[in-house]
């Protein structure tokens, strides 16, 4: 077992000292939670060491920090997590590095590789966001592979404006596999091909149709109250013209019409706006809860895919 950190602090000397003023605080916190990594690694005190070496790359990323806090994840069997970070520190390793050394971080990444699977992903879209178990990966296309713990995963891509797309795989130690996943546009502005602008308009017009036609409809009954007020300020029948008296409340008779009219056009108005209103209503819940409808018995989709290691076409089909 490794007593002594793989790498010191000689990148970190550097980043302080280059560091602009705006981070170097940040840079200097980072060397100060490095040099302390190292104390506890060395001392054989792993999860506190991780834990410092974590907090110095929140701060500050570098090929040396990713070795020593590959190097320990590996010590307390955290294996993607140390697979990511030894990759980076390989990646990162400066030219004139140390050969040991790289070897050293090439044998622990080996080691690391063999207790996790990778899994190449590939999307028909660029920009998208992929996410492995609920944590973000990156952006597509991905430049390289993903590191993931053996077992089932799901693998999930996001983009704004396409229904979200995800498969669940199962991974194996030290297995490599691909991934395809197949965007498509969202329908209407939601999922499952529902206009949302069709619903609010929708929804719109039955609550102003129904509140409409009630109002209307009290305004109504107002009338037929006030026609039956003054029809009771007349003698009975004088608005007959036979009536001997028919001559000296021809005015009032004239408004009686006029309300007693007025009432049923309101009401009878008012009776067919509500209705409709409440028709568009229905239709409206029934369009918004209706299920999707079924894509065609019978078809094929093909739709071009990209990933760091392939390029083509996927094609899937409905039989």
Known sequence: ??????????????????ASPA???DAARAAELFETGNKLF??????????SYQAAWDLR???DLAGNLGDVEMTLGQYRDAAEHLSYALEEFPAGGKAEVREALQKRLEEAKKQVGTVTIGTNIGGAKIYVDGRFVG???LAKAVFVDPGKRVIEAKLPGHDDVLKTVDVEKAQSQEVSLVLAPKIGGQPGGKSVALIAVGAGLGVIGIGTGIGLIVAGESELTAARTLRDSIPEAV????HPQHGTYTAQCSELKDKLGKTDTLHNVGVGVAIAGGLIAA???AY???????SPTTGLDVLPIVAPTFAGLSASGRF
Do not use: H
Request: hydrophobic share 45%; proline share 4%; charged share 25%.
């Open 139 to 141: 952006q597509a296309p």
């Open 239 to 242: 608005c007959n013209t036979a």
């Open 23 to 25: 981070y170097a605080d």
């Open 283 to 285: 239709g409206t819940v």
């Open 61 to 63: 990323k570098s090929f």
């Open 288 to 294: 918004a809860l209706w299920p999707k409808k079924k």
């Open 42 to 51: 060395d001392e054989q005190k792993w999860a506190e060491a991780e834990a």
């Open 1 to 18: 077992m490794r007593t002594k950190a793989l790498l010191s602090t000689v990148s970190f000397a550097l980043l302080v000292a280059g």
